[in-house]
């Protein structure tokens, strides 16, 4: 995610040099021509505005689309920071209340909160990974056993297999005494939440934007693009500035290169770059809360943008 | 689905092959007659661009609908997904929980395990078959027992009767202990769903989006392809490039024609076709997560993209 | 609904007949004014622009408002074939869930699946006629006792008694052992999202699209229709092409027309009308799927369109 | 909520006459300066074209945002209608499942279905006249016993009041006998759900659509009608039809005066004005439904609509 | 949040001044030029024409975007507002109706009730306190044990903090016969919805909109207005009214930078600015209905705007 206001001109060009230099060879190829004086070239500029009004729709649905892809995969990472917070405030309050039953034991029921917890904790891990496609599954370690790990890495969709160990966590402290009543109904609730969530990340990860949107929002701006200056240079040739279709046909490019760049930076939100849902970070918020709530004192530092970008 | 990022020329000219000709032909007929000095065919350039704006209304009305509709239908499918691991979970955790309890038989409660999770994944697979229209069911004969596929066969909503089937089957646990508790009342929560989102695949399957805008779309887009040539002969014959008339004309009733039907293909998102929702790639991502979370080793192999299309 | 592709050109100049009339005499008017050399009629096109975008905004609005109206009510109707079925497998699998008990009495619990089941399809016949306000009651008397009927019909909201008769007849089955346990909680739980589909459908029954959006589109239609011959003779009557005048104006309000229609016949979707949400087609499903469900073999054939149209 | 569907002219002349008199003035005297032949006050058209785009997305985000306040206070109160149905029906058949047992007294649980179904009642009107700021309270005196409506006169928030009324009576119900079981469990569903339709229409009541909205609206719409007859007055007075300039500037004027008003009035729609949601008679739904439930035969007449309007 | 219908023109000012000076040092030094017979600076109009339509898309999105978090920050604290009461409401009928039990002590369940209902009052303080990043933490001392509060100042997520303790106490009041039954069970969903209401609230003040379309937007909003007035001289010029393109391009660009800023002030909604969701209001709101349900009759005074603002 992008944090700083401003942004390095450069790197700005980088994401649309292919448009530009493509915009400037045309219009200096159009210019050219036209000063030798082969006027026929020039076309109304009726047939860019009307290009340009058809490319508009095709890029402001991409915009929206795009963006409204990137805001619910952010919405749904808020999601499972809440579930997160919620089932680890259940796992806790619930524990403990049955501190005051005969078949109460202490230490078995501090290591059950503190295992569930990191638990929760290694599922938020592995979903960025596996959101990510990343590898670094020995990141998992700490929060794990050393069985539960080597089973892990042998599953094929590791954030799945986390939410059965948990289910399973769940019931043996059930029947064993550390939970009781309707805990686990209730747990439950926040399990299926976060089991939700997880699908619906899946969703948006591979089920890219409908292509069609993308290839033709590319063909028709190249179309615009190389249409642009044969219907400006009528206009500017009458006027005798002439060679201003160059930088005007350059502004123009580019503007309407940076909408339809805009969108699709946008359009996949988890891919490891800077346009991503910062899936890092809403990790760390999620190890901080946790830990806190089992009373750690230790906890990891919060993410730090770097260079104006937080991961 | 479509996953290829570029497409082949031949195939796009396909889809608008009737639009491109009528607009080809349109368009040299104007330029003949101009050329024969009829000048009085020639129209103000502000009727395509009053015609063309009211097209976009109802061009970009339509793809929204349309995509909407492809993207519920993604939704709809991703929650598919979701709520069959759920249901699976619970299968699996809820009878593993009774195993400390006097009445447990391991074998009767495996079997039991076993059946469910196949009868989730046979309800997939028949959902698709369903929407689709296909009439293989004999796929499903691995998942259930013969008498089961053969009431299958006879009955006329097959999702619905595996429905059904799955609800008798948790009371019958639940009679004979292989359930217990509120273990039905949490699995009912998941049967819900998965009947839900059958219910609303099903309308996205009848209710095509309203044909009055489908019509006058068709309607509009040709009427707006007729009388664009004789609104730009105008400009043109005074520019002295008038033969320039038939490529302008095609290139711009090119993005028109794509525009409209961009909207159409993505309108039907269950007609086994290449831009249908990946009805056969989410069955299989929900055979191998459930198997696997049965312990099964051997999963069928993941969907992969056929010349860039994933079915 | 409307089914058929193509439209019969016939019918659609019977919706907009009047405004293609309208249209028709004014067009005629300004050309044979301006013919009488009398050109200070013609107004500059820049006035239909402006108006047209007003328009536009207008007619945008509409569109989306009214279809959103229709689609909602598709789905409420989608919902209540959802909650239809979910409710009938409840009522069968509980009640079936109950046969190792002491007390179950199997004549009793089969007609208690029958007469609940029946009671269901009821309510959805019942609540498509309230809809529309038909006042056919009598189609009602198959699925209800004569005592029930009689009450039915003395009662002013028909779908709400009805629903309260399946609510006492629930917590009769619950008093009598038919049901038990938390069978009552779970079956209210699709009574209430039945509830909610009546009333959100009675909202859009009883609502009609705020009249401002009506009145004034009509209004504005008129005033662009009546403008716009004025704006396009100046352009016409230099280009010496002043005839044509009228069948442009008549093609671009005939397309304004339109737009302006096609928003307004789908604003009330339960008007007995072909544009309705096809209520009857829909109720014909429910019935076909709960009968299946009780195992009757000999269901309603399914609803076919009639020349196009399904109701 | 408005249901005729024409208007009456001098009412809409009334809503907008402030800005048709300022048109008037102005483009008044532009043509009067224009006819001394001070033809240096022509601006170009373009000037107007560019403004009333930035007009229009202003004026059409105002109309999508206060039709989605209107409507979605509609829908809150068909919601609350819903609720209010489902709840009454809870209070029926739960009270009236009890019948059986050993402790149940025909009189008391009589009146205790009264006795709720009337406070249901109370609670709909009373947030009618809470949200209208209206102050005839002694409309309730019916509904409630008399140490209740005078604790209720006493409250500062009365439908919040009222609230904790039902749910003090619900509890005193299950500790006495009247209900039992889960029933307190499923009527509190109910009461939630008023609880929260309630705080959503405080919250349109008391949050305004973004003033900003509003102020720049007006602004913008008074800066376009003041350079409006500048930019048209030069076109006109070439095609020598200058005094025309007055009933083109006032038709357009009119139009987006219009497109600018609508919005507002449907922006706030508990204000006990001829545009509000239909309290009044959604209160007299309620009442009728409800007292029907009950067995009550003499019902109040439903509301009807009065010189086409329905408050 | 401004409650005042007219803006102060000099505060309007202030917000564009930047936009409004670059525009005139632009256009003065445009006609200066102009002036002096070097006409060829003079651009087509056109080019403006399409920057502004380019221009517009990106303002658009982003006031429907920033608009959009704006309501839904509002929503989320209505939502606080409904679930503060519910849960004050369960918390006093709950604990009243265990008032016939054998184990009931008068005196720990008031202040039980006391206890609860004002950690809730201060829950709802410090998410506001969090969510502005404000230090003032004593003013929740009041509601608040000494010890709670000691521990409360230690924790890095305040509302969190509060979140679990009013969870320790629930069950602590099960355990002591204070609640019971399924009290806490329903409790719980409004600690649910509260932590869910909180975990967005974050969401919003952590996530900007994305940086890209605020660069953009300003971007491309000063490439418009520097060359807006080069596109204006010309017809200007002809028209010999040069001078006049001073005041039409300020007009204009005041239109387009108020535009472009009315969208940011409403993007970040918990800043402790003017334009705020008024939280101080609010939290006041729960703070009367929740002690008044207490029954304490000195109720805070009701936040009143102050100079039209409410914070």
Not at 118 to 145: F, G, M, P, V
Not at 160 to 189: H, P, V, W
Not at 255 to 262: E, T
Request: charged letters at 20%; glycine letters at 6%.
């Amino acid at each position: 995610m992008i944090l700083k206001r401003n942004f390095n001109p450069i790197k700005v060009f980088g994401y649309v040099h292919r448009e530009i230099i493509f915009s400037l060879l045309v219009s200096m190829l159009v210019w050219i021509i036209f000063e030798f004086k082969i006027s026929a070239i020039a076309l109304p500029f009726s047939i860019s505005a009307i290009l340009g009004s058809a490319l508009a729709i095709f890029i402001a649905f991409r915009n929206n689309s795009s963006y409204g892809r990137w805001w619910e995969a952010r919405t749904l990472w808020g999601g499972i920071v809440n579930s997160s917070r919620i089932l680890a405030r259940l796992i806790i309050t619930f524990t403990d209340s049955h501190s005051h039953q005969a078949n109460y034991e202490k230490e078995r029921s501090e290591s059950f909160k503190k295992e569930m917890v990191e638990c929760c904790i290694a599922w938020a891990h592995a979903l960025r990974l596996h959101l990510r496609k990343q590898d670094n599954w020995e990141e998992l370690q700490t929060y794990l056993s050393s069985d539960e790990f080597d089973t892990l890495t042998n599953s094929q969709n590791k954030p799945n297999f986390l939410q059965l160990m948990m289910g399973r966590k769940i019931y043996q402290a059930m029947s064993n005494g550390t939970l009781g009543g309707f805990d686990s109904f209730q747990m439950e609730g926040q399990l299926l939440a976060l089991a939700n969530y997880q699908g619906s990340c899946e969703r948006i990860k591979n089920t890219p934007l409908l292509r069609q949107y993308d290839f033709f929002t590319r063909l028709f701006l190249y179309a615009f693009m190389l249409l642009l200056p044969f219907s400006l240079i009528g206009d500017f040739g009458r006027m005798e500035i002439g060679y201003l279709v160059i930088p005007v046909t350059l502004i123009i490019s580019f503007v309407f290169a940076i909408l339809a760049k805009v969108g699709e930076v946008n359009e996949d939100p988890f891919e490891n770059r800077i346009t991503d849902v910062p899936l890092t970070a809403l990790c760390i918020t999620i190890e901080r809360d946790l830990r806190e709530m089992l009373g750690d004192k230790d906890l990891p530092a919060p993410a730090k943008p770097f260079e104006g970008y937080l991961y």
